[in-house]
């Protein structure tokens, strides 16, 4: 299969009227939300990497329901999960007195709480079925002939690249973009391996080294918010935009109220890495949950996603006492600058602003 050529294909291929896509953000992304910035003239997406087959399905068929044009779904590429019966043990009797101040005992074992791409053959199977316009893959990549595939059956196929490393990768998977993602994005980073080294490069750093190194695409994410930043990165070589933190706040989100206070009141400096929550680095709202997993001696989590499994057991016996204190609210480095817009009106703003 030829290699992808660096061209304007991105948006004529996904029928764009701005260059901009609105971030899959599993857990949060709807397709209400995928629809209405899709219909608006960007594209939309939907975050699958959490999900089963059949809540893909129903989430693919939901957004065709409210929309023809074009949309993205996402798949997170991860190692599988190595269980380590002691290294949880030791997580969740540290995590015991936030179950209690809950009035809730933790959990006497964690689990996989959702398989990686990268084994899910059914998953490939539904996307060869329905055929979304496009498919993006975080934490990795796929076998090359997955990736072969989907491209094969029209998809138009894009990765998260932290560094040119992983770009070199991506172009030689034969995926047609990839994601310039850096250090200021909110929500997980794209890293294929969590446990080497990250050079943290700021967006507009990372997106000036990939534009001199690869012939691919780049679509630039993180810290992005208005449409001066959309046009700062065309500036720089890239074809299109990711935004995420500034589509939370849009009610077709399925953010929480809690989250969406949290959103409004934060600052960037609020915001840091952290890997308690899942077990894999993700850039989010300080909270109580984070002091106390990162406090000094405090054992390491395990392995991504089972130490998310704890997290959401502990976030979902806190809600049932309305408490608010331990839920993960992934945000970027502008999140000070979120705007509390419909999806739809909110394109249109982007889009003035960067023709402005």
């Not at 540290?94 to 959702?114: G, K, T």
């Not at 994601?179 to 980073?189: L, N, S, T, Y």
């Not at 706040?249 to 399925?254: I, L, Y």
Request: charged share 15%; aromatic share 6%; hydrophobic share 50%.
């Amino acid at each position: 299969m030829p290699m992808p050529t660096p061209s304007s294909s991105l948006s004529e291929r996904l029928g764009l009227r701005i260059p901009l896509i609105q971030a899959p953000m599993a857990g949060v992304s709807t397709p209400h939300l995928a629809a209405a910035v899709s219909r608006a003239g960007a594209l939309g997406s939907l975050g699958l990497g959490a999900s089963t087959v059949a809540q893909a399905r129903q989430a693919i068929l939901d957004t065709r329901a409210l929309t023809d044009r074009p949309f993205a779904v996402n798949l997170f590429c991860h190692a599988p999960a190595r269980h380590d019966p002691a290294r949880e043990a030791a997580w969740l009797a540290h995590l015991a007195p936030l179950f209690a101040e809950v009035q809730a005992s933790p959990p006497a074992a964690l689990h996989e709480i959702y398989r990686s791409f990268v084994e899910d053959e059914a998953m490939l199977a539904l996307l060869l079925e329905l055929r979304p316009a496009a498919v993006s893959f975080h934490f990795g990549l796929p076998p090359r002939d997955w990736v072969q595939a989907l491209r094969a059956a029209g998809m138009y196929t894009l990765a998260t690249a932290t560094s040119v490393q992983e770009a070199d990768r991506i172009a030689e998977a034969g995926v047609d973009a990839l994601v310039a993602q850096g250090i200021e994005a909110g929500g997980h980073r794209g890293l294929f391996d969590p446990a080497g080294p990250d050079a943290c490069l700021p967006t507009a750093d990372l997106v000036r080294d990939l534009v001199g190194h690869t012939a691919l695409p780049i679509v630039a994410a993180g810290g992005l918010m208005r449409g001066q930043d959309i046009r700062a990165m065309l500036a720089l070589g890239a074809v299109a935009a990711q935004l995420g933190t500034a589509f939370i706040a849009c009610p077709e989100s399925a953010a929480s109220d809690s989250y969406r206070t949290a959103l409004l009141h934060a600052r960037g400096s609020d915001t840091r890495l952290t890997s308690v929550f899942s077990g894999r680095p993700a850039r989010g709202i300080a909270n109580r949950f984070m002091t106390w997993c990162e406090a000094p001696g405090s054992p390491p989590p395990p392995d991504y996603p089972i130490a998310y499994d704890a997290a959401k057991q502990l976030h979902a016996a806190a809600q049932r006492q309305g408490v608010g204190a331990h839920a993960a609210c992934w945000a970027g480095t502008s999140v000070a600058r979120t705007r509390v817009l419909p999806a739809a009106e909110l394109v249109a703003t982007l889009a003035a602003e960067l023709n402005a």
